[in-house]
């Protein structure tokens, strides 16, 4: 296949783009390298130190005899120049990841909202007209998220995508199918229930194959692929907008920092880690759906976990401390969580679940990387609205030791 890569110099992307060079793909990279300029903006850098993208590229290359081409645009303003990316390079399969993804970034100020809704928003328009222009039947992959259900208590499993449903009609009770319910929870995560409006406007009017991959909290750090050669390492980021919380409890673990657990830790969330997300990756290239069937939208999760077990687990095989804090987000204090994953489970998918001989080698990747922690840049300090605003800057909070 030959896949085009939006955002492959991200966290999912970069690694996503060697698993499938791995396999034998042909795979070309379309970046603005934007996940490096919000570093500088943030003044903080991934933990892991990150090499220019002609090193890892050339570093590749010479491990594994194999290329990846690398275009610096930015998806929805580069039009022009992507439509004749596709026409010359004429991918069969695009996988789409060119968004801001931190949902505490996204609501940082008015400034960072309208920053998450252009790029985002326009990234994903700006692929699907092109893919319409350029007349290719091109599978379109795209990085969702299981935050577009919102987290509340279902009551039931959250299925893949569409919510069965009886309408009472003149003739009786009718069965119909439809989206599940949009509940984003911040303008990140709306901005994926928009695109998944997109998609299914593309689907239907242009008969597009779209696969939306609602992708549970990653994990870990390190794939096969980027675990060959130091210059190939993966992002992992810990600062309070970026810093996935699974990872920043890890590397908190080891740079003497407490555990952050937001409010009582008991919302319950989705998780996957790092190498299973390339994995289903390319199980979603290998099982497209057929032009005209609707958009193909699966679960890319693998197990659900409360924050504060996973702080408390941390905690047991680390003794670090936990730090119970006033919660910058608003969001349900306790919520439970089971979402079905038949799909990516059905084409093979053997899940990595939370094992502690993977979850200290985590945290070794972290120790060694320790001193380039900034302590600073470790609280969250983006608040949803003026309410947490003004919770986050009240008395300091109780801490206690695991036990
Ligand atoms: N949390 C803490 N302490 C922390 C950080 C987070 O208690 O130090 C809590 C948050 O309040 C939240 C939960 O942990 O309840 C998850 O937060 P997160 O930052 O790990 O994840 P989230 O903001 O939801 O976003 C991440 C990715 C995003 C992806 C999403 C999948 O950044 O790109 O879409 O996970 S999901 O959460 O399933 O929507």
């Known amino acids: 296949m030959r896949v085009l890569v939006l955002g492959g110099d991200g966290f999912c992307g970069w690694p996503t783009a060697l698993h499938l060079s791995a396999k034998g793909h042909e795979v070309a990279i379309v970046d603005n390298l934007s996940r490096r300029e919000i570093d500088e903006e943030l003044e903080v850098q991934s933990l892991t130190p990150i090499t220019p993208m002609e090193t890892r590229l050339a570093v590749w290359k010479k491990l594994t005899g194999r290329s990846i081409a690398f275009h610096k645009l930015t998806m929805g303003q580069d039009y022009d120049a992507f439509l ?21 970034y996204s609501m940082k100020s008015a400034k960072h909202k309208r920053y998450t809704v252009n790029n985002n928003l326009n990234a994903t328009n700006d692929m699907l007209a092109a893919v319409v222009e350029s007349g290719l039947d091109i599978h379109i992959v795209h990085l969702g998220t299981m935050g577009v259900y919102g987290y509340g208590t279902a009551g039931m499993a959250i299925p893949e995508g569409y919510l069965s449903i009886k309408i009472q009609t003149p003739n009786g009770l009718v069965d119909q199918e439809i989206l599940y319910p949009a509940n984003p929870g911040s303008i990140y995560h709306m901005t994926k229930t928009q695109d998944a409006l997109f998609f299914q406007f593309y689907a239907k009017n242009d008969k597009l194959r779209i696969t939306d991959l609602h992708q549970g909290i990653v994990w870990g750090c390190q794939t096969e692929e ?28 080891q740079v003497g920092h407490p555990l952050t657990v937001h409010g009582a830790g008991g919302q319950t969330r989705a998780f996957i880690n790092i190498q299973d997300t390339v994995r289903c990756i390319a199980l979603a290239l290998d099982n497209p759906p057929r032009r005209g069937e ?24 680390t ?24 799909h990516l489970r059905g084409y093979g998918l053997k899940p990595i679940t939370l094992a ?21 840049k470790v609280p969250c300090v983006s608040a949803w609205n003026a309410e947490r605003a003004a919770d986050i800057s009240g008395p300091p909070p109780a801490r206690r030791m695991p036990g």
């Open 84 to 104: 004749s990316l596709l026409s010359s390079w004429r991918p069969t399969a695009i996988v789409h990841f060119a968004e801001q993804r931190a949902a505490p």
């Open 226 to 253: 980027t675990r060959q050669d130091e210059a190939l390492i993966n992002r992992f980021d810990y600062d309070g907008d970026y810093g996935t919380v699974l990872n920043r409890f890890l590397i908190q673990s």
């Open 294 to 317: 609707r958009v193909k939208i699966m679960n890319q999760m693998t197990e659900c976990h409360r924050v504060r077990d996973l702080a408390e687990l941390v905690s047991r095989l």
């Open 319 to 342: 003794g670090a401390e936990i730090a119970y804090l006033p919660n910058p987000r608003a969001e349900a204090d306790e919520n439970d969580l089971f979402v079905e994953n038949k």
């Open 356 to 376: 502690d001989g993977l979850l200290t080698e985590i945290a070794e990747t972290a120790r060694a990387f320790a001193d380039r922690a900034d302590l600073t």
